[in-house]
């Protein structure tokens, strides 16, 4: 009899503990359907408005022979376009986005804590410290962007009507360290055609000299930045007592990214116009063929 009862007990206890799991429940139709074709309804009537009030910047009929100025990637690859403009092809184009991506995957392996998971920013600083990452990728994308378009020099010969400083033309801009420094002649031109053969491997024989300024500005300051600034952004905030845990130093860094991946796409659907020239919005006309 007693082993009845606690079986009968068990049997209340699993019931019970289901119809609160049902009561918990959402149901597809009509709680997710119906947000669904609300939001589907906002979409379409926004769309169709955008659609009466603004043309279309149509062309003439694509001439394959002829390449519009500004060429633009579709939107969604304007991010690494920008970047492209900023450092080496293969750093922008190849390197940096497969270096993110896995970035991206191995966060779930560095953050091992089995503590709120599942949960949208599940610290108590999650929400600052989504806020912190989110102003500091925003604000110094656009100050590095400002800074290698020399928005400063604008800025500069705009209050004093006079000209940026010679002696000051090696901080114009990144690609002004390259070409105004008194980089010695040999550091140009470093010849390892001997020592590091491609026809030794089958391939095409190429031209492997090494110009260190232009390896300095297009490769090494890039890497420098993305490396170094994220990391000393950690420390700051383990400094100031912000970030306490791995999740916590995750989130922010994952803001700060995400802050970054949408300021490059504005700034490369917005603000590059003929020549892929930084402007303001309202001078960005369409593309000329």
């Given at each position: 009899?007693?082993?009845?009862?606690?079986?009968?007990?068990?049997?209340?206890?699993?019931?019970?503990?289901?119809?609160?799991?049902?009561?918990?429940?959402?149901?597809?139709?009509?709680?997710?359907?119906?947000?669904?074709?609300?939001?589907?309804?906002?979409?379409?009537?926004?769309?169709?408005?955008?659609?009466?009030?603004?043309?279309?910047?149509?062309?003439?009929?694509?001439?394959?022979?002829?390449?519009?100025?500004?060429?633009?990637?579709?939107?969604?690859?304007?991010?690494?376009?920008?970047?492209?403009?900023?450092?080496?092809?293969?750093?922008?184009?190849?390197?940096?986005?497969?270096?993110?991506?896995?970035?991206?995957?191995?966060?779930?392996?560095?953050?091992q804590s089995n503590e709120g998971q599942g949960e949208w920013l599940s610290t108590p600083n999650a929400w600052r410290l989504m806020w912190i990452g989110t102003a500091v990728g925003s604000i110094g994308s656009i100050i590095l962007i400002l800074f290698d378009a020399s928005m400063h020099?604008?800025?500069?010969?705009?209050?004093?009507?006079?000209?940026?400083?010679?002696?000051?033309?090696?901080?114009?801009?990144?690609?002004?360290?390259?070409?105004?420094?008194?980089?010695?002649?040999?550091?140009?031109?470093?010849?390892?055609?001997?020592?590091?053969?491609?026809?030794?491997?089958?391939?095409?024989?190429?031209?492997?000299?090494?110009?260190?300024?232009?390896?300095?500005?297009?490769?090494?300051?890039?890497?420098?930045?993305?490396?170094?600034?994220?990391?000393?952004?950690?420390?700051?905030?383990?400094?100031?007592?912000?970030?306490?845990?791995?999740?916590?130093?995750?989130?922010?860094?994952?803001?700060?990214?995400?802050?970054?991946?949408?300021?490059?796409?504005?700034?490369?659907?917005?603000?590059?116009?003929?020549?892929?020239?930084?402007?303001?919005?309202?001078?960005?006309?369409?593309?000329?063929?």
């Open positions: 009899m007693v082993a009845a009862a606690q079986e009968t007990a068990e049997s209340a206890a699993v019931r019970a503990k289901a119809r609160r799991a049902r009561d918990e429940e959402l149901l597809v139709w009509p709680d997710l359907v119906f947000v669904e074709f609300i939001a589907a309804m906002v979409f379409l009537l926004a769309l169709t408005a955008l659609s009466i009030t603004i043309d279309a910047p149509l062309l003439d009929r694509a001439n394959p022979a002829v390449t519009p100025n500004p060429s633009k990637a579709p939107w969604y690859f304007l991010n690494l376009q920008e970047l492209l403009l900023h450092m080496d092809p293969a750093l922008a184009g190849v390197i940096v986005p497969t270096v993110a991506l896995v970035a991206l995957g191995a966060i779930p392996y560095y953050d020099v604008r800025i500069y010969e705009g209050l004093t009507h006079g000209k940026w400083p010679v002696a000051l033309n090696f901080i114009r801009n990144a690609r002004s360290i390259q070409n105004d420094l008194p980089w010695p002649a040999w550091t140009r031109a470093i010849d390892t055609n001997p020592i590091l053969r491609t026809d030794l491997l089958g391939l095409p024989k190429m031209d492997l000299s090494i110009n260190i300024p232009e390896l300095f500005v297009a490769q090494i300051i890039p890497i420098s930045l993305m490396m170094g600034l994220p990391i000393i952004f950690s420390i700051v905030l383990w400094k100031m007592g912000e970030a306490k845990t791995r999740r916590d130093h995750m989130i922010a860094q994952f803001a700060g990214f995400i802050a970054v991946y949408v300021v490059l796409t504005l700034v490369g659907t917005a603000f590059r116009g003929q020549g892929m020239e930084l402007l303001p919005p309202w001078l960005v006309k369409p593309p000329v063929s």
